[in-house]
T-cell receptor, first 114, second 111 residues
Framework: GAGVSQTPSNKVTEKGKYVELRCDPISGHTALYWYRQSLGQGPEFLIYFQGTGAADDSGLPNDRFFAVRPEGSVSTLKIQRTERGDSAVYLC???WGSGANVLTFGAGSRLTVL | KNEVEQSPQNLTAQEGEFITINCSYSVGISALHWLQQHPGGGIVSLFMLSSGKKKHGRLIATINIQEKHSSLHITASHPRDSAVYICAVSRGRGATNKLIFGTGTLLAVQP
């Protein structure tokens, strides 16, 4: 696609529910990143994929968070047993190759846990 | 202390003014990114640089690796430049885009 597409743009859920957030990166971008931005803060790294594999998942806050990228393109961030503290904007970004390259960000998925 | 610090946190300018936003970092980096985020909007990459200076339109970014400092300049500022400007670094040699972000500078340009 022309840009990085994230769905849904907004998600409101109840505490304890399961949530999936989807990211469709720019076609051909092998690197895909998930970041989380809480209100008034800068984004924080969650996980990085190079192709299909999670090259670095050190930013995932706990085992309720999981992400996949089975075909090396679309990625899904999965959050189990959501908590109010999970409320944030979840940003996806993609870039060429494995090095430090120009990133293209999606518009984000705003998650609100009631 | 944050590994990436920006100043000022808030900046108000009159249309036409020359604007400078500063970024200092305390870790070794392979690249530094300047990003723009409009209120309620997505993040747009403005520059990625590892040395010297880059220019795009009215925007100029410089970096001094020895001093671990970068500046973003906006010439002839315009109200549409109002946004949050974020400095972020790719840590280490040959590192990925696992970025460490600064807290951002909120710029308001008044007509």
């Amino acid at each position: 696609g022309a840009g990085v597409s994230q769905t849904p743009s907004n998600k409101v859920t109840e505490k304890g529910k399961y949530v999936e957030l989807r990211c469709d990166p720019i076609s051909g971008h092998t690197a895909l990143y998930w970041y989380r931005q809480s209100l008034g803060q800068g984004p924080e790294f969650l996980i990085y994929f190079q192709g299909t594999g999670a090259a670095d998942d050190s930013g995932l806050p706990n085992d309720r968070f999981f992400a996949v990228r089975p075909e090396g393109s679309v990625s899904t961030l999965k959050i189990q047993r959501t908590e109010r503290g999970d409320s944030a904007v979840y940003l996806c970004a993609s870039s060429w190759g494995s090095g430090a390259n120009v990133l293209t960000f999606g518009a984000g998925s705003r998650l609100t846990v009631l | 202390k944050n590994e990436v610090e920006q100043s000022p946190q808030n900046l108000t300018a009159q249309e036409g003014e020359f604007i400078t936003i500063n970024c200092s970092y305390s870790v070794g980096i392979s690249a530094l990114h300047w990003l723009q985020q409009h209120p309620g909007g997505g993040i747009v990459s403005l520059f990625m640089l590892s040395s010297g200076k880059k220019k795009h339109g009215r925007l100029i970014a410089t970096i001094n690796i020895q001093e671990k400092h970068s500046s973003l300049h906006i010439t002839a500022s315009h109200p549409r430049d109002s946004a949050v400007y974020i400095c972020a670094v790719s840590r280490g040699r040959g590192a990925t885009n696992k970025l460490i972000f600064g807290t951002g500078t909120l710029l308001a340009v008044q007509p």
